[in-house]
């Protein structure tokens, strides 16, 4: 007869190299977020221009790329680059980040009054291209910091496999909570930028991060996924299942703010079910 020990209750992954990974993007942000703070405490960006910006959007989301690949951790010396852990993450953010700048972005013009005004003529779909690295690095540490609270929740109270109506209803709160948060302090905390216009302030930090946290309900539990499924969960991805799932990710929210755009409208009580994405409509 065996007994089947239970270890439950644990913060970072037991795959070494998402646990090196989880914990480098943890260190890494306080970094991006410091040249952030000070480059708007003092007043630096209103100097930047259309180089400046992007050169920003380079420094704050490369190191994320650049120093795994050149200090691997000792469980990636001598793995193929496309199986560690950290190349699979950067993928599904900057898979997930892109469609949620290209095509999101226009229902918070159209449903939320926000909108940029950035001094720069660099821009992809009337989005500055800057925001595009720049959400990696928020991106990254959003789901760098939220994986280990909600995988601490899963392996708790029996293990993984021990899946209760209770647990899977305290899950989902969780993902709610951490969403709203997440959600509402980006907005709040990009307030003192006047390059972001927003037409009503206290509907857009209350409504509007209601909204803005569809993203992450779904990409917070989403992401935890990579490399900790199957019956042990240490199911090692391939890059393609990151990058597909990545993707699905990106559809389901792209449904869900669909869904919103339809039933409740826009912040000043319109209703656009005339107008899909973007000023004239697609």
Same mark, same amino acid.
């Given at each position: 007869?065996?007994?089947?020990?239970?270890?439950?209750?644990?913060?970072?992954?037991?795959?070494?190299?998402?646990?090196?990974?989880?914990?480098?993007?943890?260190?890494?942000?306080?970094?991006?977020?410091?040249?952030?703070?000070?480059?708007?405490?003092?007043?630096?960006?209103?100097?930047?221009?259309?180089?400046?910006?992007?050169?920003?959007?380079?420094?704050?989301?490369?190191?994320?790329?650049?120093?795994?690949?050149?200090?691997?951790?000792?469980?990636?010396?001598?793995?193929?680059?496309?199986?560690?852990?950290?190349?699979?993450?950067?993928?599904?953010?900057?898979?997930?980040?892109?469609?949620?700048?290209?095509?999101?972005?226009?229902?918070?013009?159209?449903?939320?009054?926000?909108?940029?005004?950035?001094?720069?003529?660099?821009? $992809?779909?009337? +989005?500055?291209?800057? @925001?595009?690295?720049?959400?990696? !690095? %928020? #991106?990254?540490?959003?789901?760098? /910091?939220? =994986?280990?609270?909600?995988?601490?929740?899963?392996?708790?109270?029996?293990?993984?496999?021990?899946?209760?109506? $209770?647990?899977? +209803?305290?899950?989902? @709160?969780?993902?709610?909570?951490? !969403? %709203? #948060?997440?959600?509402?302090?980006? /907005?709040? =905390?990009?307030?003192?930028?006047?390059?972001?216009?927003?037409?009503?302030?206290?509907?857009?930090?209350?409504?509007?991060?209601?909204?803005?946290?569809?993203?992450?309900?779904?990409?917070?539990?989403? #992401?935890?996924?990579?490399?900790?499924?199957?019956?042990?969960?240490?199911?090692?991805?391939?890059?393609?299942?990151?990058?597909?799932?990545?993707?699905?990710?990106?559809?389901?929210?792209?449904?869900?703010?669909?869904?919103?755009?339809?039933?409740?409208?826009?912040?000043?009580?319109?209703?656009?079910?005339?107008?899909?994405?973007?000023?004239?409509?697609?």
């Amino acid at each position: 007869m065996t007994t089947k020990i239970v270890e439950e209750g644990y913060w970072f992954s037991k795959v070494p190299s998402k646990r090196w990974a989880e914990k480098f993007f943890l260190f890494y942000s306080p970094v991006w977020i410091t040249v952030f703070s000070l480059i708007v405490a003092t007043g630096a960006y209103k100097s930047f221009y259309d180089v400046e910006f992007f050169i920003l959007g380079l420094v704050v989301s490369l190191p994320c790329v650049i120093y795994p690949l050149l200090f691997p951790c000792a469980a990636d010396k001598g793995k193929p680059i496309l199986e560690r852990y950290w190349v699979k993450a950067n993928i599904w953010i900057a898979l997930f980040g892109f469609v949620g700048n290209y095509f999101w972005t226009h229902y918070f013009f159209v449903l939320l009054q926000a909108t940029y005004r950035f001094p720069v003529e660099f821009k $992809l779909n009337e +989005v500055p291209v800057m @925001l595009y690295f720049v959400t990696h !690095a %928020y #991106f990254i540490s959003y789901h760098a /910091a939220t =994986t280990p609270i909600l995988r601490r929740y899963w392996t708790a109270f029996g293990g993984r496999d021990n899946r209760t109506f $209770l647990k899977t +209803v305290g899950s989902i @709160l969780i993902v709610c909570a951490m !969403a %709203y #948060f997440t959600a509402f302090m980006e /907005a709040w =905390t990009i307030s003192s930028v006047p390059y972001y216009h927003i037409e009503d302030r206290s509907k857009m930090y209350t409504i509007g991060s209601t909204f803005y946290m569809l993203y992450f309900v779904i990409s917070f539990p989403m #992401f935890a996924r990579i490399d900790e499924t199957g019956p042990k969960h240490n199911e090692k991805w391939n890059i393609s299942r990151a990058a597909l799932e990545g993707l699905g990710s990106a559809m389901i929210v792209f449904i869900l703010c669909d869904f919103w755009r339809l039933a409740i409208g826009s912040l000043n009580g319109e209703q656009v079910g005339q107008v899909f994405l973007g000023k004239n409509g697609i």
